[in-house]
C-alpha cells in the first residue's frame, strides 16, 4: 500500500465506493469500529476516554467509536466543538446513535481523561485552526495523556503536512484506506506517531479509477526495475559513471560521489579531475579511476565516448562560469546527467539558461538534486510556494518547469518527475544530517542511472537505499561509511538472489 491519496482523492474514492452500493453509514461504522479497536487494543479498560469531536465526518467516525467502546463498558464521553446544528448526514446519524454523555468542550474538561481521542478535524483541513477548536487542540496537547488521532491529527494539512496554525501530536493515527502526503510529509509526520490503516470496506479497485501519482517511496515503487547484473554480466554492461571534481582542496566531494556510484554497481567510475587536483584524486582512489580533465572543452572531448551514460556535476566543483559552461557541456549529450550543489547554485543568477538546456534534451534522463535553500535560490518561480508547508507542490511545480527530475532533499525527500509522479521518502534516520551524505547520493543516483534504470526509479531507489544504508551503520555515521553500507543494504533485500550471484 505505498500509494498515498490526497483529500480530494480519497474523497472520490469515498464517491465511488458508495456509488457501487455501499452506503457511506457503513463507511462510517467501519471507521469508528478501527477506532475503537485501536483504541481497546492499546490502552486499560480502566482508563477514562474522551473524545473531543467535530461537526464533519471525522467527528461522527467519533461518535460511532464512542458508541461501541461505551458498549464494551468503558467510560467514555464526547466533548463536542462548534455547532451541533452543523451535523448533517452521515455524521448526524451516528451522533443520533450516540446515547452516552455529550458536552461542551472547554479546555478545563480534559483534566479527567485518561484516554483522549482526536476527532475534531480530519485531513481535508485547509484553513488555520482558530477560536474554541485551537484552544482544545492546545489543552489535547497540554493534557500529558495519550491521544489517539482519526485519521489525521487536527491541524494537520492533509496534502502538505503543514501546521495549520496548531496541530494535535497525537500518540497513535488509525487512518483509512491509504495513508495521505501529510502522514509522510514533515511536520506532519512527527504530530501522528505510528500510523494504522484501516480497510473499512473500500475496494482496491477504485485505485484504478483514481490513478494516484503520490507514493511512499519504498521498493515496492521501484524494485522491479532495480538493475541485477546476469551471470554473463561485464563491467561495461553495467555503465560507466563520470564524477567531475573541483580543485585541489575541495575534491573529497567527489571522490565520496565517486564511492557511492561505484557501491551502487555501476561497472566503472571516472573522476573527471582538474590537473591541479590530479595527485590527490589518484591517490585516493583504487577502483575509481581518474582522467585529467580542465574546462568545458575537455569536458566535452571526454564525453564523446558513448560509453560514458552517467555524469554527476557540482560536488565541490565550485560556483560560477566555468561549472556552468560544464553543465552545459554534459547537458548537450544524451547520457543521465546529476546536477547537484554547486552546479544547481552556479545558475541562480540566471536560472532560465539551465531551464532552457534541460528543455532540450526531454528524452534523455536529468536529475536536480537541490536541498531546500539551494532550491530557493534556483526556482524562483515557485518562491510563493513556501518550501515547508508546500515541499511536494513545488517539487512537483519545479520538475514540470525543467522537464527533469527533481530531488528535494531532506528528512522527507520528495522525488517529483515531469509527469506528475512524486515519491515521498519516510525511512532517512536524522544521522543523514552530517557533511557530504548528499554527495554520496548523487553518486548513487548515477550508478543505478548508469546500469538503465529509469530516471524517476532510479531517484527514488538511491534515496530509499541511502536511508537504509545510514539505518545500517547508525550513530556516528560519517558520509564516508554510506557507500560501505550498501552491500548490507543490497543483500538484505533479496533482489540478487534472481541473478544466480548468490
Request: charged share 20%; aromatic share 4%; net charge neutral.
Amino acid at each position: 500500500m505505498f500509494e498515498l491519496l490526497t483529500t480530494s482523492e480519497m474523497g472520490e474514492a469515498d464517491r465511488l465506493t458508495i456509488a457501487g452500493g455501499i452506503p457511506g453509514t457503513v463507511l462510517m461504522e467501519n471507521a469508528g469500529r478501527a477506532v475503537a479497536d485501536a483504541v481497546a487494543a492499546n490502552f486499560p479498560s480502566g482508563l477514562a476516554i474522551s473524545f473531543v469531536a467535530g461537526p464533519g465526518n471525522n467527528g461522527g467516525d467519533g461518535f460511532v467509536a464512542a458508541r461501541i467502546l461505551a458498549g464494551q463498558g468503558r467510560a467514555v464521553r464526547v466533548l463536542f466543538v462548534g455547532d451541533r446544528s452543523r451535523l448533517k448526514g452521515d455524521a448526524l446519524a451516528a451522533a443520533q446513535a450516540w446515547s452516552g454523555d455529550t458536552q461542551e468542550a472547554p479546555p478545563a474538561a480534559l483534566k479527567s481523561a485518561g484516554v483522549i481521542v482526536d476527532a475534531l478535524f480530519g485531513a481535508g483541513l485547509d484553513r488555520p485552526v482558530e477560536g474554541e477548536a485551537r484552544a482544545m487542540i492546545e489543552a489535547m496537547n497540554e493534557s500529558g495523556v495519550p491521544i489517539v488521532a482519526v485519521d489525521l491529527p487536527s491541524g494537520i494539512n492533509g496534502n502538505s503536512g503543514a501546521v495549520m496554525g496548531a496541530a494535535v501530536r497525537a500518540t497513535r493515527t488509525v487512518t483509512f484506506f491509504r495513508r495521505k502526503p501529510g502522514h509522510v510529509l514533515l511536520p506532519g509526520r512527527l504530530h501522528c506517531g505510528p500510523v494504522a490503516v484501516a480497510q473499512i470496506g473500500i475496494s482496491e479497485r477504485v485505485l484504478e479509477a483514481i490513478g494516484p501519482k503520490t507514493f511512499v517511496n519504498v521498493p515496492g515503487l521501484w524494485s522491479s526495475c532495480f538493475p541485477v547484473p546476469q551471470v554473463d554480466a561485464h563491467k561495461y554492461a553495467r555503465g560507466h559513471t563520470v564524477v567531475v571534481s573541483g580543485g585541489v582542496s575541495s575534491t573529497g566531494a567527489a571522490r565520496l560521489a565517486a564511492r557511492g556510484a561505484l557501491r551502487a554497481g555501476a561497472g566503472l567510475v571516472t573522476i573527471a579531475s582538474p590537473r591541479d587536483a590530479l595527485a590527490v584524486n589518484a591517490a585516493r582512489s583504487l577502483a575509481v579511476m581518474v582522467r585529467p580533465v580542465d574546462g568545458a572543452g575537455e569536458l566535452s572531448a571526454m564525453l564523446t565516448d558513448p560509453r560514458l551514460n552517467a555524469i554527476v556535476l557540482g560536488p565541490g566543483g565550485g560556483v560560477g562560469a566555468p561549472m556552468r559552461e560544464m553543465v552545459l557541456a554534459a547537458l548537450a549529450g544524451s547520457r543521465a546527467a546529476i546536477l547537484d550543489a554547486d552546479a544547481l547554485t552556479s545558475f541562480a543568477d540566471n536560472p532560465e539558461m539551465l531551464s532552457k538546456a534541460l528543455a532540450n534534451r526531454r528524452e534523455s534522463c536529468a536529475i536536480l538534486t537541490p536541498h531546500e535553500g539551494e532550491f530557493a535560490r534556483l526556482f524562483r518561480t515557485v518562491e510563493l510556494i513556501p518550501s515547508v508547508k508546500q515541499k511536494l507542490e513545488a517539487a512537483r511545480v519545479a520538475s514540470h518547469e525543467t522537464s527533469a527530475i527533481v530531488v528535494l532533499k531532506g528528512p522527507d525527500t520528495v522525488v517529483a518527475a515531469p509527469d506528475g509522479r512524486a515519491a515521498i521518502a519516510e525511512n532517512a534516520p536524522a544521522y543523514l544530517a552530517t557533511a557530504g551524505a548528499g554527495d554520496v547520493l548523487a553518486g548513487m543516483i548515477a550508478g543505478l542511472a548508469a546500469q538503465g534504470m529509469p530516471g524517476f526509479e532510479a531517484a527514488c531507489a538511491a534515496v530509499w537505499c541511502h536511508g537504509e544504508a545510514a539505518k545500517e551503520f547508525g550513530p556516528g555515521l560519517i558520509a564516508e561509511d554510506l557507500p560501505e553500507m550498501l552491500p548490507r543494504v543490497y543483500r538484505r533485500t533479496g533482489w540478487f538472489d534472481r541473478s544466480g550471484l548468490t
